[in-house]
């Protein structure tokens, strides 16, 4: 018995620990943080059918006995409009610089030439994997095996693989793939670390899902929460966020018919909120207008949009 510990051990001691960033990059709604939440095994980011839905650069840590995997979901990559979108892009810049892999993403169901844009951004100087991602998409024989060919002609430099993130479908391959350009490193954060974001940011997120989900148009676009108090008692966690408009017709849309849109966002979030924290959540909803806060430099430092 003895023997055969030391002999684990020592097995255990000559495999040497691996720790690097794994940076995620690829246009909005190719499923870039959808991915993420399957590599971590929780839902950690958000994700929603429309485009533009993540903002910050968000590390989310994999800790494992042999190595520490430090991915990074990134904003989809887009020509800028607004201030907002530079400040996005900047995020994307920052996941670039230290970056030790990448995991390039694009939609199966688009041809390899709609990848180009996004790759003329980046121009990438570390290995790669290119993830097809939403296999489940494509329903017939063959399909999958005839865009990974395209591709591949298309992108001879990088490896190649098909997924589907949502269905977690060969997602399973992708960490040994990643793990082969992985340096030899100690952990660079500690082992019992997620995220290198406050849970006033992640619970911030979840009330952005939620107007993502509720709300269409430029209703998304135009919004940005910030949690002003977030107080521990005995029993429950008191929350107050404040959500951000651009014009009066957008908060009279958030509010809806004698309210009926705001209470329901409010209900909906506080139940996610209170799954993400497994705690009972009062939560507050306030509304306010900031002409042109898209643009403006004091109000997107005020909103976390730092870089
Ligand atoms: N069918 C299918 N849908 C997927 C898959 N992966 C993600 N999606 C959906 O695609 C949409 C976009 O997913 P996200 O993970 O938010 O995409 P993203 O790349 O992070 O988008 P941005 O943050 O806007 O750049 C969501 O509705 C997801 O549910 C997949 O494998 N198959
Ligand atoms: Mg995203």
Redesign the pocket.
């Known amino acids: 018995m003895l023997i055969k510990i030391t002999v684990l051990l020592l097995q255990h001691m000559s495999q040497a620990f691996r720790s690097g960033f794994v940076n995620i990059f690829?246009?909005?709604?190719?499923?870039?943080?959808?991915?993420m939440n399957a590599l971590l095994g929780e839902q950690l980011v958000?994700?929603?059918?429309?485009?533009?839905?993540?903002r910050h650069r968000i590390l989310g840590i994999l800790n494992e006995p042999e190595y520490q995997i430090i991915f990074s979901?990134t904003?989809?990559i887009i020509e800028p409009k607004y201030k907002l979108h530079e400040k996005m892009m900047k995020q994307v810049k920052s996941a670039l610089e230290d970056a030790d892999v990448a995991l390039l993403?694009n939609d199966i169901t688009l041809p390899p030439d709609s990848f180009l844009p996004v790759l003329n951004l980046l121009r990438l100087k570390v290995p790669a994997i290119l993830l097809l991602?939403?296999?489940?998409?494509l329903k017939e024989k063959g399909q999958v095996a005839a865009q990974v060919a395209a591709y591949k002609e298309a992108y001879p430099k990088w490896e190649i693989l098909p997924?589907?993130?949502?269905?977690k479908t060969e997602v399973n391959k992708i960490i040994p793939m990643v793990l082969k350009y992985l340096p030899e490193a100690p952990p660079f954060y500690p082992e019992d670390s997620i995220s290198d974001r406050p849970v006033r940011f992640f619970v911030s997120e979840l009330i952005r899902e939620q107007i993502y989900q509720q709300y269409q148009d430029e209703i998304p676009y135009h919004t940005a929460v910030i949690i002003q108090a977030f107080e521990e008692k005995t029993t429950l966690d008191v929350i107050k966020a404040e959500i951000i408009v651009s014009r009066e017709t957008q908060k009279m849309i958030l509010l809806g018919k004698g309210g009926s849109g705001i209470k329901q966002l409010g209900i909906k979030s506080r139940a996610k909120i209170e799954e993400f924290l497994q705690r009972k959540v009062h939560l507050e909803l306030f509304i306010k207008v900031r002409p042109k806060w898209r643009d403006n430099e004091n109000y997107l430092r005020e909103y976390g949009y730092n870089l």
């Not at 997924?163 to 269905?167: E, I, R, T």
């Open positions: 690829g246009p909005p709604n190719a499923g870039k943080s959808t991915l958000i994700t929603s059918p429309k485009v533009q839905t993540t979901d904003p989809g993403m991602n939403k296999t489940d998409l997924v589907s993130a949502q269905k």
